[in-house]
């Protein structure tokens, strides 16, 4: 019987900004949600990823919204849970930001506008093709 191999190659069109804080997620997303002028709101159903010893789940909170005036979406992911990075490679990061429709410059913008919350510490763009679990960003 013969094998085959499907090769599927996924489009990643949205941005991903690295989120240093202290702050807990609910309190991130208030101050996100202000500064943005956002309505992010705490996913029912988190992420879950499933460990390497294929034992255990761990779950991964998210915040969604979209911007009515731009039709950008947002998912604010918690990057951190129980010892576990939702993306390992990213380990600067305490919660990730993915933005679908901006443009360059509005992505921009909106790192800037982040920027200016004082309890975040540093943001950072990712570059979504040198990450390897880059398929687990596609929910």
């Known amino acids: 019987m013969a094998k085959f191999d499907?090769?599927?190659e996924y489009d990643?069109?949205?941005h991903l900004l690295g989120?240093?804080?202290h702050l807990p997620d609910y309190r991130l997303c208030w101050a996100?949600?202000?500064q943005l002028e956002l309505q992010l709101a705490k996913s029912d159903s988190p992420l879950k990823i499933l460990q390497?010893?294929?034992a255990s789940l761990v779950s991964f909170d998210v915040f969604c919204?979209?911007?009515e005036e731009t039709q950008e979406e947002y998912n604010l992911i918690d990057n951190l849970?129980?010892?576990v990075r939702?993306?390992?490679e990213v380990k600067n990061a305490d919660y990730i930001l993915q933005v679908k429709g901006a443009t360059e410059l509005g992505f921009k913008n909106i790192q800037q506008q982040i920027n200016r919350i004082e309890q975040v510490l540093t943001t950072f763009v990712i570059n979504v093709s040198e990450l390897k679990s880059k398929e687990k960003l596609l929910f």
């Open 19 to 21: 989120i240093a804080s």
């Open 6 to 8: 499907l090769d599927i």
């Open 86 to 88: 939702f993306i390992p």
């Open 52 to 54: 390497k010893d294929k």
């Open 32 to 34: 996100i949600n202000n």
């Open 65 to 67: 919204g979209v911007n």
């Open 81 to 83: 849970n129980e010892g």
């Open 12 to 14: 990643y069109d949205f």
